[in-house]
């Protein structure tokens, strides 16, 4: 009755920042710290810098360019040979390469007016295609390999892809346009089969370098290895 009543606990509310030190610690007066941007660790205000525009880009240009690619030979030529070669292969589809008799047999069939469309097909689209596959491939591989060194020997091979093809359809047209010129025949048949080893080392190569850009963006991985 004659001390003063006890003061109620009011779980620190009202207590100075001295006080509050005392009862619950120094780390009760300590206000959180906001994170400036010079002392955020690398991703905490942004996320880490990525080169999805660059895939983006490189993506779409190798979709066009294949699918223009696979229009022309898998879609114009052979429909184009069936109505004008009957049962003769064009050069195009002949990795195995072709003869005299052959180039003879496939002149005659086509005739004065089947080679005029057929030199028309290498003049317009089948010079398109190659041209672009040789751009977008070499897209892929500058953006995709670190090494200079290793990107160069891959950009031999898509070089040689496109004037090899490009070579190749002028050398169809000479051949057809006469086949009693062996070394024209002989030209365009070693250039035939070429092409197709070209084609086939262009596809391992662009399965070798989608692998290793994969692996690079796995967590862990050295983004300069290899």
């Not at 030529?77 to 003869?99: H, K, S, V």
Request: proline share 7%; glycine share 10%; aromatic share 6%.
């Amino acid at each position: 009755m004659f001390g003063g009543d006890p003061q109620p606990d009011n779980g620190g509310m009202g207590l100075t920042p001295a006080q509050k030190a005392r009862k619950h610690g120094g780390a009760a007066s300590a206000p959180p710290r906001a994170t400036h941007l010079h002392d955020a660790r690398p991703g905490q205000l942004r996320p880490e810098p990525t080169r999805s525009s660059s895939a983006l880009v490189v993506g779409v240009a190798m979709t066009v360019a294949a699918l223009l690619w696979l229009y022309v030979n898998a879609w114009i030529l052979p429909r184009f040979g069936a109505d004008a070669a009957g049962e003769l292969a064009l050069p195009e589809w002949m990795p195995l390469g072709f003869d005299q008799d052959h180039a003879r047999g496939l002149s005659a069939a086509l005739g004065e007016e089947g080679r005029a469309q057929y030199e028309g097909i290498h003049r317009t689209s089948g010079l398109l295609a190659p041209l672009l596959v040789g751009l977008a491939w070499l897209l892929f591989v500058a953006v995709n390999t670190t090494t200079r060194a290793r990107r160069w020997l891959r950009s031999t091979v898509v070089l040689g892809f496109a004037v090899v093809s490009l070579t190749a359809s002028t050398a169809f047209d000479a051949a057809l346009a006469a086949p009693d010129d062996a070394a024209a025949v002989t030209t365009a048949s070693v250039l035939a089969v070429a092409r197709w080893v070209l084609l086939a080392l262009l596809l391992v190569l662009t399965a070798r370098v989608a692998v290793e850009a994969l692996r690079r963006r796995e967590p862990g991985e050295d983004p300069h290895r290899g």
